[in-house]
């Protein structure tokens, strides 16, 4: 709402220009009050029809919801799991789109977590980054990854993984990641 007394305080009347300034205050007290009414009227409309309310995302469908958890979840290529301070401002853009719907409530997380897990690819630059992952996200999420990318930089045979990896691939506790083709 427009408060038209504090408005018309701030307008500077020039002597020089009197009916111009008339005109153009009439003008701007008209704009006001079709500006408030409308508010108002906008005011009322919301409350009749419900949409100052939160959308009831627990009334769709379990099907539905997932789709919006994927939607909002899913990160367009990898999320990159290097420690933050390591990364450049580029390397931001790997991490998926809306995480902040896992803080909507508790049944919200724990079936949009899924989603989060499940349906992204995890890039790892070093052993223990991999490890450090582990432990951040916990065992039970460990369960969920299905996906991961190793990063290696220069590989002594292509298509072959250091003897590092292979280490601590077999010691990571990503029990569920599939294969392309499985």
Not at 49 to 76: C, H, M, N, Q, V
Not at 98 to 106: A, D, E, F, V
Request: charge should be negative.
């Amino acid at each position: 709402m427009i408060d038209l007394q504090q408005l018309l305080d701030s307008i500077d009347d020039s002597p020089d220009d009197s009916s111009r300034s008339e005109a153009t205050l009439r003008l701007l007290c008209s704009t006001v009050r079709r500006y408030n009414q409308t508010c108002e009227e906008l005011e009322r409309l919301k409350e009749s029809t419900g949409f100052d309310k939160p959308f009831p995302i627990l009334r769709l469908p379990r099907e539905i919801r997932d789709e919006i958890y994927t939607y909002s979840l899913r990160a367009a290529s990898w999320v990159e799991t290097t420690p933050r301070i390591l990364l450049a401002a580029a390397d931001y853009a790997f991490k998926p789109p809306t995480s902040g719907i896992l803080r909507t409530n508790k049944q919200i997380y724990h079936e949009a977590i899924e989603i989060l897990y499940s349906k992204n690819i995890f890039k790892f630059h070093e052993p223990e980054h991999l490890f450090a992952f582990e432990d951040q996200i916990g065992s039970e999420n460990c369960m969920r990854v299905r996906e991961m990318s190793i990063w290696i930089m220069f590989p002594s045979v292509p298509d072959s993984v250091p003897s590092y990896w292979i280490t601590a691939l077999k010691a990571c506790r990503l029990w569920k990641i599939c294969t392309p083709g499985d």
